[in-house]
């Protein structure tokens, strides 16, 4: 235990005294002291053994007999958990906590002495009378015999500061020089009226008065003005008074006037004597005031030392009430300061109210590292059920941590890196290595937060280090040991929650894991240079507000350094930009007839900047924007104006983000027929200008912007152009960087890694929640394969899925009628979906029905009814994963409905166009969507349909 001794030392100069300069180094001396650590009362507390039946144990308060404040989790703890004791920091006393460790038997193990030291600091000044002291980085100024608070004293020094404000600002001299040029001839004059002896008196009074006001020059100059105010408001009376009263005199007092006149003379002389007496006081006044000012003066500079004291006691991280967001940033706070050492410090990761702010332990040696503490283990014992065998599987327990779920979530979201280290015990289980090679069924451990990534070391993931690894003997009746550690620069897959194990089926092989504290870090990522690289521009913006447009590094992937970008960031808006490689020349591309194509195939490649990094911040953004700027020279590019009629069918652009590819996600105008591109539009494009539409020959551009809440959907790479066929016909394309930009606080499903399991999901987290596009993940796991679908919120989250494809109106069989389903007839498919089988597999099964509507147009050909009457060929679908028919005769779950009036093609003739809706709506969602339907109706080469399939719904 390390005490600090303070020491008083007096003034020997006594109170009028200057401080020596002794007194400054004892001072200095005593701020050492109070920075230094805690000193007096400490005591020592341990707790008897135990036992509590069951696998739960027990401590009551009574049980814990201490001489100072404690706080502990101690009332109920699970078998084989912990619970902690602490010194009670809100009562002042401060120490290391001491474990207590439930055994799986129910026992307490007893537990080693708690030391704990008591926070009270004084500090004593010189015999002027000033001594402090603090009580958990509260300050109390000791003045002689009375003890007031810091904020009391500064508000006193405010109080006196201002009443000398109204002494320097009190006009004296003024005054005085009111009253020596008053007018007092007319007042002399007036008084030649008043010839009895109690006018005479009056003014002898008068001047008595104004000697007695001389006597009470020291008095506070508000005194002394209001005084004079009154002296100059009776005589103002007086003159008023008396030359109202001249007017009447009588001629006959001019004599007793004379007489009066000389001895008045005289007693005014005694007043302007004693006016000049009253001046030179009013000196005395001014520079008592100065003498005043000089003494705030040197109380403002014991203040100035009193608050420094103040800070130090109560600096960031301190206390419950001046929490700091994580020890890095109370580090980064105190400009890299490590002085007040490792230890327990207050932090509030989550932010808001102080009212959930908790002490962790900070190693400010390393960094300013929070520490994340366990709260058990793993025992050692067969966790896999008998007759299983070798199989992987998760330990399927979540271990748990001191931090609450919110804070520890806080804490990773604050953090730029991690640590953690793990001790795995073997009896006959291999871990990691086997004859000094790999395992193949190494272990796999999850993160707290990990969306998809584990920690593996066979490159399915995230790898981890082996520190040692005796388990590869693989021996059941010796207990081995490995050690691991976990490093990574994504937190979030930190601390480790589950191991997943593969060699354990045999009944005699055990292993346990003690999982040991994580270590969280933030190092400043400020885009200054690639070792500060920001995740995004959206990430820098948000940890430093105040940084301006440029160039910035970012590393989205957050793997090694070397692979940062330099890109510019939009600082205002918060937006990071990819810039294009190239752009598309404009000349002439293709000779013959017009159709779409690629401009890939004309061998035109476009690519971006930073495409290693482009993936990484897809997956961290929640929204991307880009311009498209077409030049043309006789393309039409979306709209046309032949006879100033507006249409952009047929000839309108597409665009797609990957050349060639089946994961490409496609870009068309609205109202644009899908299968024209050769793909699957999933997004609409806004048009700013449509110079294009002008088709003379003239170069002309039309400027294209996509923007959408899917960051995958950008960039663009490649383009289709359906007006290209003529050698006057020219074209090329100025591409502007893509922009990335991510939401902080992002609701579920706005980004891949926020994706829930269906819209329910989202409606019940958000009642109020909009409709539109949002991204799920029916299958869980990795959020890699999630799909971006429509949820309708005012149903209460609906799920929609869109079919990728229309089947135009037109005459698809001319062989005859009969039943035929449409992906056999020529030119036929079966309806595409925008989600994978796997996907749908799971949104079914987290589904509790389906709705659908598909509209069937027709001439000459019979679906349902057939004049007033059921038509027996009526039609058939197929829908779902394992293409379950829809029938008129099917289980009441399979089958259509058709409305007598929503059915106008039960008029079969040829001339007559005409519609029916089918509505399919059950509690049995696995058959759906619809993709395909069986007609018998159909065989002639006058009988057209066509298809409008609506999008398939899951509630």
Known sequence: MLFIFCVSVTNPMGVNGHVSSVLVLVLVLMLGCLLSSPTSAQSTTSAADTTVGGVVCSLMDSQISVSFPVVHNCSSVSGGQHCVVHCDASQGFYGDPVVIDCTLEGNII???????????????????????????????????????????????????DGRLDIVENFDLDSRVDDIESADLSGSITSLSTEVSQEQSTSFLTLSTAIRDATTGASMATASVAAKLNGVQATTSS????????????????????????????????????NFNVLADHISDVDDNASVNSESIEGLTDKMDVVEGLTAALNFTGQSKDNPGLTCSHILIEQKGSNSFGDG?????????????????????????????????????????????????????????????????QALIHHSTEATQDAEFTCKGVIVHTLDDAIYGGAAFFRGFLSTGEIWSVNGNGIEYEALKDNCGQNDASVTEKAEFRFETRKPENLPIVDINILDDGDSVEEWGLVYKAAYFRYVVRDGSSPKHSGLTCSHIKRDFPNVKNGYYFIDPNRGDFSDAVKVFCDMERGWTHFQPTANIPQKNYHTGSDGYQWTSSFGVNIGWEGSDQLEAIQALSTNARQDITFHCKGVIAYSYYPVNTRTHLHVSLFFRTVAGSSSSIYWSAPTKSPQSSGGTPNYIYNVKNDGCRINDGVWRTTDFLFETGNAFALPIRDISIQDIGGSGEHFGADFSPVQFKTTFG???????????????????????AKSGYYFIDPNGGSTDDAVYVECDMEKGGWTGIHPQREVPFNNWWTSGDGYRWFRDMTGGFEMPYDINDAQLQALQDASVGGYQVIKLNCQGVITWYEGSSLYSGRAEFAGGIGRETWTATSSPDRQPIVNFADDSCRDNSEAHIGRVIFYFDTGNPSGFPIRDIRLSDHGDGGELFGLDVSTCWFY
Not at 244 to 268: M, T
Not at 749 to 768: E, L, V
């Open 110 to 160: 007893p537990y080693g002495a708690v030391q704990c030291v008591e926070n009270v600091n004084t500090l004593e000044t010189d015999e002027r009378g000033i001594h402090l002291r603090s009580f958990q980085g509260d300050v109390y100024a000791i003045v002689g015999d009375k003890e007031i608070g810091i904020s009391t004293l500064d508000s006193a020094v405010i109080a006196i």
């Open 238 to 273: 007086s003159i008023l008074s008396l030359l109202d009263d001249v007017d009447d005199a009588d001629s006959s007092l001019e004599n007793e006037l004379a007489a009066f006149s000389s001895e008045v003379s005289s007693s005014f002389s005694g007043a302007v004597s």
């Open 344 to 408: 327990m410090y207050w932090i509030d990761p989550n932010g808001g109210s102080n009212d959930d702010a908790f002490q962790a332990y900070c190693d400010m040696t390393n960094g300013g590292y929070t520490r994340v503490d366990p709260r058990g283990n793993v025992p050692v014992a067969h966790h896999k059920p008998s007759g299983v065998g070798d199989a992987r599987s998760w330990y399927g327990k979540a271990f748990t941590y001191d931090f609450s779920t919110s804070q520890l």
């Open 746 to 768: 992002a609701p579920l499903g706005s980004t891949r890694d926020t994706a829930p399991q269906t819209c329910k999901d989202i409606y019940h987290s958000d009642p109020n």
